[in-house]
T-cell receptor, first 116, second 116 residues
Framework: EAGVTQFPSHSVIEKGQTVTLRCDPISGHDNLYWYRRVMGKEIKFLLHFVKESKQDESGMPNNRFLAERTGGTYSTLKVQPAELEDSGVYFC??????????????FGAGSRLTVL | AQKVTQAQTEISVVEKEDVTLDCVYETRDTTYYLFWYKQPPSGELVFLIRRNSFDEQNEISGRYSWNFQKSTSSFNFTITASQVVDSAVYFCALSEGTDSGYALNFGKGTSLLVTP
């Protein structure tokens, strides 16, 4: 089966511009997650969708970040306007199981965002 | 406070050497899960193992083994007879069930380089 697909693999934008990252989870996976790794730091949780609903968005840094999952399939993460500190690698992951600590997530290769 | 500490930032070994990647975690929960993920150069995070807090049995999978010790809050990962293909960044992660929901708390990762 196809894995988790993320697009674009790398995006370079200027401060103040808008970027939209896309994630296609594994087909049939109701749970979709966004994580982010800022240079030199840990990979941090951003939010979690169950189908089209936001189950947990406690990790979203501020209101410049907007995540959507219309129809419960693919998801987009929009950053508007982008700031320098938003640079990093944005990972998407999906899982089939219900929300629990035992969930094994399948991750994509990440979208690297560089804000100049 | 950082919940998962991977003190080794980078490790370099020669092929066929054994190498141990350290992971120390911090939690107040009695039920939690520990994970190891591998990030090869292609970028995606690949699941290696999951352990729950009630199972302290060590696990071996081929050249990989894991040593879980609750007394020292550690979940170390050993690669025996390392190979060049083991070169990657390895992440240890913790999932609890309290304030952070079930989001994965990652360490900063250990970059392993295995040279011929």
């Amino acid at each position: 089966e196809a894995g988790v697909t993320q697009f674009p693999s790398h995006s370079v934008i200027e401060k103040g511009q808008t970027v939209t990252l896309r994630c296609d989870p594994i087909s049939g996976h109701d749970n979709l997650y966004w994580y982010r790794r800022v240079m030199g730091k840990e990979i941090k949780f951003l939010l979690h969708f169950v189908k089209e609903s936001k189950q947990d968005e406690s990790g979203m840094p501020n209101n410049r970040f907007l995540a959507e999952r219309t129809g419960g399939t693919y998801s987009t993460l929009k950053v508007q306007p982008a700031e320098l500190e938003d640079s990093g690698v944005y990972f998407c992951a999906s899982s089939q199981d219900s929300w629990s600590g035992a969930n094994v997530l399948t991750f994509g290769a990440g979208s690297r965002l560089t804000v100049l | 406070a950082q919940k998962v500490t991977q003190a080794q930032t980078e490790i370099s070994v020669v092929e066929k050497e054994d190498v141990t990647l350290d992971c120390v975690y911090e939690t107040r929960d009695t039920t939690y899960y520990l994970f190891w993920y591998k990030q090869p150069p292609s970028g995606e995070l690949v699941f290696l193992i999951r352990r729950n807090s009630f199972d302290e049995q060590n696990e071996i999978s081929g050249r990989y083994s894991w040593n879980f010790q609750k007394s020292t809050s550690s979940f170390n990962f050993t690669i025996t007879a390392s190979q060049v293909v083991d070169s990657a960044v390895y992440f240890c992660a913790l999932s609890e069930g309290t304030d952070s929901g079930y989001a994965l708390n990652f360490g900063k990762g250990t970059s392993l380089l295995v040279t011929p």
